[in-house]
């Protein structure tokens, strides 16, 4: 997700935070650390020209020569020590980011550890998301290629999953819709609407007609079951019509029957103006989900973790929630974030992981957790004011989390 959510309601929401927010967090530690460098491109056309033109934004000035690889929403494994990391939409709306191209890359960190390492991210090759056998059902930028390149001006992905035959799953926030892709990225059939529920940017809503859900509060987490049947699809923000603004829904898809089942579950956050950065299970039952508010640096106040549980429902009908993390709370004894840059934020121990948006959670075993910034590239800056944050890839101990199966 990009930063949309009203500043003055994020800080409403935090003077209003239920007794959860009080819970005393387990001490996590941070293993190791990796940064990739914020000015880091791939190969591919010019980006940002839909970007206010000779403006600098902290420090940098669109358009780019290339493609920025930025703005990790989502982090699946792969092999030999490598991820597959999934940037969003590009520069953070439909209208300005149609030179973004929608991709996933391969990266491979080479962590700092207390024992030593490099510190560093290797980029490797991408999957290119395109739609050559005109599957989507409504124009796209490059309607008329033959390629058909799909790009942040059709598409907010901000989830990825690998089902059990490889194909991919992406959620997306403009519909909302789930997107079905091969393992190259090719799009397998039309994108799959949520019933019921749309969003401004949703294509295929009418003259006259309302949305239901407020701009970039689509799909943010899909889970995938560990039967790898079904999708876990929250929606990031509240229903617009909702009572109840703490109110997230988390839908399931099966996979098999090509479907929406059941009743959606219900997560209550801890403020109403928080988001959910990503959800990924566990176990058969568990998930993580990241819940954060909307403020960066020295102003930020809740990047949590927790652990549902979707088979504990309370007398409300909402999901239990566990805090596992607090991700502005990570013991660094070692030291293996320092040195810091002058005016850098965090780092040291207590070691900070203070961005406005983090959105990648993967459990790696052991009771550690991977976890990576959105750094909304080149607008977010909180680890050092003005300075366009870097990708961070952090691996900590949680030493309260229920390990995978």
Known sequence: MRPTALLLLTLLSLAVAPPAAAQAPPEVTLEGRAVLPADTFAPGPPSGAQLPPNQAINGRTPPFPSQPVQGFSAVLRADHGSYLAMPDNGFGAKDNSADFLLRAYRIKPRFETARGGAGTIEVGDFIQLRDPDAKIGFPI???????????????????????RRGDLWFGDEFGPFLLHTDASGRVKEAPIALPGVKSPQNPTLAPG????????????????????????????????????????????????????????????????GNAIGDLTAIDSDRLLLIERDNLQGPAARFKRIYEVDITEIDAEGFVSKRLVA?????????????????????????????FQTIESVLPIGDRRLLILNDNNYPFSAG?????????EAIVVHVPGLTDSE
Do not use: C, W
């Open 383 to 391: 680890r050092n004011p003005g300075r366009p944050d870097d990708n």
């Open 209 to 272: 007609e309302q949305p239901t859900l407020p701009r970039s509060s689509g799909f943010e987490g899909t889970a995938l079951s560990k039967s790898r049947r079904y999708l876990y699809a929250s929606l990031e923000g509240a229903l617009i019509g909702d009572p109840d603004q703490r109110r997230r829904y988390i839908h399931t898809f099966d996979l098999r029957a090509g479907e929406y089942t059941g009743a959606p579950r219900q997560y209550r956050m801890d403020a109403p």
């Open 326 to 354: 607090d991700l502005l709370q990570i013991r660094d004894p070692a030291g293996i974030s320092l040195p810091a840059r002058a005016g850098d934020f965090g780092l040291g121990d207590p070691f900070l992981f203070p």
């Open 141 to 163: 930028v490059n309607d008329a290629s033959g390629e058909r390149l799909l790009t942040g001006g059709d598409f907010d992905i901000e989830s990825l999953r690998r089902d």
